[in-house]
């Protein structure tokens, strides 16, 4: 059996102390293997995007451990958790997260730039992303001046820039018309189909999650079947 | 990110709030631009003195005269064996006790001197040029080592035997000469009249014209040659002893001797019962006085900016604020601490960079108008004299002094910015 891209073993995550305490996840456990499409599905507030954050290796689990490639991502030291969320991670945040004022272009080559790469490597990298999503030609505009269809576009390209083998989408179609949402779903898709990157979708609408390979339903912080039950 | 997308990114963040940016490099072009201006004063007067006191003498020569007893326990009692001399710079018509030709000796043997010349005193009643009017002229020898602010010409040579003399520029038309350079090469005449009352003439070939200093504006330089000559003419009908008496002597020790070796020929001047002062210690309390001066008004444009450092912190933190998410992004995208850092700070350096450099840029420019202004004005009357004026080096302190002071400003907002959670930041709505 192979080792999973990403796992998670018994994680519990409480946010504040004393009365305050709240345990946004009771004991997750999860295995995401290389290459498939999964949904973590689940009402507001279960828990899905702290879930995802963990995954991600943007937070550490109070109790338990993540495994990225079957190594206790707890023991691995900040410069090589930052170069794994460079450049094996791409991500789609809830929001856009898009930098006003700036290009199209220096939004999308923003992973590449942290990354180090060079000038000319990170522009023509950044347009051949902008062109898989038909954006070439806003490249030079601001991030600012699209539409909200073409923003999300703008940060899949951003996602994808640095040809990730991961890709989080926390709800990528929440801000997104049906019609421009459906378009979001069918290049997420088709990347996870025709170039194997591994997508981990959040999202609490049940279509979107029917379309990947396999949903994982959150409640209250724990793992349910489909029809809420305890799994 | 590299160093140089990060310096890129930096500058190009401090162009995004314009209005904010303005205001703060405005606040350090304001301290950047006193601090500037004063050490350019400072740098001004000080250079100044320098190229007097090059003019004055040379720095390896000692003027050494009696040590006058103190007089407030009464008058000094008189000695027989003592001739007293008119004093070369004492009020009119004062005496100090003069050293003799066997005294000289004495002098010469201490340690580290390496001679020892009477500074003779000259007095010619006038100086002529072909005839002209008659002018008074006070004269002031001139020793190898130092040197005049030439107008023109060159300066009187001091191993010459050939009788020269360089003239200030304020002789040159009323001798009758139609420019400067008219006057090089040209004798003029020396009207002397000895003890005896006769009169006799002594002619000199005039080397050079040099510009008015700060001190002797008005004298001329004559070689030793000339000195002597005019000496032994107004001494003739003296007796011996007292033409060998004389106020003041100068002394040459080794130019390359060390701060101790000449102030041990000092001590042991004194123990002999002798005052010697260095042209460094005659001017050495005037520069002290002009650094004290520029030392207090620098104080305040430090104090200026460190004003404005604040500024730097205040809109550093409203950028950090403001900018939030796009950290919270950073991070989440592999972005190191240590990294966002850097990039805070560095665009906290290169806002006290534009401020320092436009305010340092500034000064030149407001100092060197200003110069221009007071040069036909207030300052007519020293010709040398550039008030304010910049030397790079202190130009480059001042601009890395303010860019350090940013630097230390932008610690906090910064650490700030390293220290922010990807994902609070990303919550922040
Ligand atoms: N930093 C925090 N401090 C305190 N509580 C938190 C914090 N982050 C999340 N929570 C709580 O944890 C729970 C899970 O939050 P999470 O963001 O994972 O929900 P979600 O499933 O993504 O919801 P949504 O669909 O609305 O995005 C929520 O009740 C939330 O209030
Ligand atoms: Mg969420």
Same mark, same amino acid.
């Given at each position: 059996?192979?080792?999973?891209?990403?796992?998670?073993?018994?994680?519990?995550?409480?946010?504040?102390?004393?009365?305050?305490?709240?345990?946004?996840?009771?004991?997750?456990?999860?295995?995401?293997?290389?290459?498939?499409?999964?949904? !973590?599905?689940?009402?507001?507030?279960?828990?899905? %995007?702290?879930?995802?954050?963990?995954?991600?290796?943007? $937070?550490?689990?109070?109790?338990?451990?993540?495994?990225?490639?079957?190594?206790?991502?707890?023991?691995?030291?900040?410069?090589?958790?930052?170069?794994?969320?460079?450049?094996?991670?791409?991500?789609?945040?809830?929001?856009?997260?898009?930098?006003?004022?700036?290009?199209?272009?220096?939004?999308?080559?923003?992973?590449?730039?942290?990354?180090?790469?060079?000038?000319?490597?990170?522009?023509?990298?950044?347009?051949?992303?902008?062109?898989?999503?038909?954006?070439?030609?806003?490249?030079?505009?601001?991030?600012?001046?699209?539409?909200?269809?073409?923003?999300?576009?703008?940060?899949?390209?951003?996602?994808?820039?640095?040809?990730?083998?991961?890709?989080?989408? $926390?709800?990528?179609?929440?801000?997104?018309?049906?019609?421009?949402?459906?378009?979001?779903?069918?290049?997420?898709?088709?990347?996870?189909?025709?170039?194997?990157?591994?997508?981990?979708?959040?999202?609490?609408?049940?279509?979107?999650?029917?379309?990947? $390979?396999?949903?994982?339903? !959150?409640? $209250?912080?724990?793992?349910?079947?489909?029809?809420?039950? %305890?799994? | 990110?590299? /160093?140089?997308?990060?310096?890129?990114?930096?500058?190009?963040?401090?162009?995004?709030?314009?209005?904010?940016?303005?205001?703060?490099?405005?606040?350090?072009?304001?301290?950047?631009?006193?601090?500037?201006?004063?050490?350019?004063?400072?740098?001004?007067?000080?250079?100044?003195?320098?190229?007097?006191?090059?003019?004055?003498?040379?720095?390896?020569?000692?003027?050494?005269?009696?040590?006058?007893?103190?007089?407030?326990? /009464?008058?000094?009692?008189?000695?027989?064996?003592?001739?007293?001399?008119?004093?070369?710079?004492?009020?009119?018509?004062?005496?100090?006790?003069?050293?003799?030709?066997?005294?000289?000796?004495?002098?010469?043997?201490?340690?580290?001197?390496?001679?020892?010349?009477?500074?003779?005193?000259?007095?010619?009643?006038?100086?002529?040029?072909?005839?002209?009017?008659?002018?008074?002229?006070?004269?002031?020898?001139?020793?190898?080592?130092?040197?005049?602010?030439?107008?023109?010409?060159?300066?009187?040579?001091?191993?010459?035997?050939?009788?020269?003399?360089?003239?200030?520029?304020?002789?040159?038309?009323?001798?009758?000469?139609?420019?400067?350079?008219?006057?090089?090469?040209?004798?003029?005449?020396? /009207?002397?009249?000895?003890? @005896?009352?006769?009169?006799?003439?002594?002619?000199?070939?005039?080397?050079?014209?040099?510009?008015?200093?700060?001190? =002797?504006?008005?004298?001329?330089?004559?070689?030793?040659?000339?000195?002597?000559?005019?000496?032994?003419?107004?001494?003739?009908?003296?007796?011996?002893?007292?033409?060998?008496?004389?106020?003041?002597?100068?002394?040459?020790?080794?130019?390359?001797?060390?701060?101790?070796?000449?102030?041990?020929?000092?001590?042991?001047?004194?123990?002999?019962?002798?005052?010697? @002062?260095?042209?460094?210690?005659?001017?050495?309390?005037?520069?002290?006085?002009?650094?004290?001066?520029?030392?207090?008004?620098?104080?305040?444009?430090?104090?200026?900016?460190?004003?404005?450092?604040?500024?730097?912190?205040?809109?550093?933190?409203?950028?950090?604020?403001?900018?939030?998410?796009?950290?919270?992004?950073?991070?989440?995208?592999?972005?190191?601490? =240590?990294?966002?850092?850097?990039?805070?700070?560095?665009?906290?350096?290169?806002?006290?960079?534009?401020?320092?450099?436009?305010?340092?840029?500034?000064?030149?420019?407001?100092?060197?108008?200003?110069?221009?202004?007071?040069?036909?004005?207030?300052?007519?009357?020293?010709? /040398?004299?550039?008030?304010?004026?910049?030397?790079?080096?202190?130009?480059?302190?001042?601009?890395?002094?303010?860019?350090?002071?940013?630097?230390?400003?932008?610690?906090?907002?910064?650490?700030?910015?390293?220290?922010?959670?990807?994902?609070?930041?990303?919550?922040?709505?």
């Amino acid at each position: 059996m192979p080792v999973p891209v990403l796992a998670a073993r018994d994680v519990k995550k409480s946010y504040g102390r004393g009365a305050a305490r709240f345990d946004a996840l009771k004991g997750v456990s999860l295995d995401i293997e290389e290459g498939e499409s999964i949904s !973590i599905v689940g009402k507001s507030g279960s828990g899905k %995007s702290t879930l995802m954050h963990l995954l991600a290796l943007l $937070d550490k689990p109070s109790t338990g451990a993540v495994e990225l490639s079957g190594r206790d991502a707890g023991a691995l030291g900040g410069r090589i958790l930052n170069r794994t969320r460079n450049q094996t991670f791409g991500f789609v945040f809830q929001q856009f997260f898009l930098t006003p004022n700036t290009s199209v272009l220096d939004n999308v080559t923003l992973p590449l730039r942290i990354a180090g790469v060079g000038g000319s490597e990170r522009r023509r990298r950044g347009m051949e992303a902008l062109e898989r999503l038909e954006l070439a030609d806003k490249a030079k505009n601001k991030a600012t001046d699209l539409s909200g269809g073409q923003k999300q576009r703008v940060v899949i390209a951003r996602a994808l820039v640095n040809e990730p083998r991961v890709i989080f989408a $926390d709800e990528p179609t929440g801000n997104l018309d049906t019609a421009t949402g459906a378009v979001v779903e069918e290049i997420l898709f088709d990347l996870n189909r025709r170039t194997g990157i591994t997508l981990i979708v959040v999202t609490h609408d049940e279509d979107l999650a029917a379309k990947t $390979d396999r949903s994982v339903f !959150i409640r $209250d912080g724990l793992v349910v079947d489909r029809n809420g039950a %305890s799994a | 990110m590299s /160093g140089l997308d990060l310096i890129r990114s930096a500058i190009s963040n401090t162009f995004r709030s314009k209005t904010r940016t303005t205001l703060t490099v405005l606040a350090i072009f304001i301290g950047a631009f006193t601090l500037a201006l004063t050490s350019g004063v400072g740098t001004g007067i000080n250079r100044y003195i320098d190229t007097t006191v090059s003019s004055i003498g040379a720095n390896d020569v000692m003027t050494v005269t009696k040590t006058v007893e103190d007089t407030a326990s /009464g008058p000094a009692k008189y000695e027989p064996d003592t001739t007293n001399v008119e004093s070369a710079t004492g009020r009119p018509g004062s005496t100090v006790e003069a050293i003799t030709a066997a005294e000289l000796d004495d002098i010469r043997a201490v340690p580290g001197v390496e001679s020892v010349d009477p500074v003779l005193t000259a007095r010619p009643n006038y100086v002529e040029y072909d005839g002209g009017t008659q002018y008074q002229a006070a004269i002031g020898g001139f020793v190898s080592g130092m040197s005049l602010d030439l107008a023109a010409g060159s300066e009187p040579s001091s191993d010459s035997d050939t009788l020269e003399v360089a003239l200030p520029v304020s002789y040159v038309e009323p001798l009758g000469f139609s420019s400067d350079s008219d006057a090089v090469g040209k004798t003029v005449t020396f /009207g002397v009249t000895d003890q @005896t009352g006769a009169s006799s003439t002594i002619e000199a070939t005039v080397t050079g014209v040099a510009e008015a200093g700060l001190l =002797g504006s008005s004298s001329l330089t004559a070689n030793d040659a000339l000195t002597t000559a005019l000496y032994d003419a107004q001494s003739v009908g003296l007796s011996s002893s007292s033409k060998d008496s004389y106020a003041s002597v100068s002394l040459r020790f080794d130019p390359a001797s060390s701060d101790e070796q000449v102030s041990a020929i000092k001590s042991d001047l004194k123990e002999l019962g002798y005052d010697a @002062t260095t042209v460094e210690d005659q001017i050495g309390s005037f520069k002290t006085i002009i650094d004290a001066i520029v030392l207090v008004l620098n104080g305040f444009a430090v104090i200026a900016l460190i004003a404005a450092g604040f500024g730097i912190v205040n809109t550093l933190l409203m950028s950090v604020q403001e900018r939030t998410r796009e950290i919270g992004l950073m991070k989440a995208m592999g972005m190191g601490a =240590g990294r966002v850092f850097g990039l805070f700070s560095l665009e906290a350096v290169f806002i006290g960079f534009l401020g320092s450099a436009i305010g340092a840029l500034g000064a030149i420019l407001a100092g060197t108008a200003l110069n221009g202004v007071l040069a036909n004005g207030l300052l007519s009357a020293l010709p /040398g004299l550039t008030l304010i004026a910049f030397d790079p080096t202190s130009i480059a302190v001042i601009i890395l002094v303010v860019m350090g002071i940013a630097f230390l400003a932008g610690t906090i907002p910064a650490l700030r910015a390293a220290r922010q959670d990807p994902i609070e930041s990303l919550r922040y709505e």
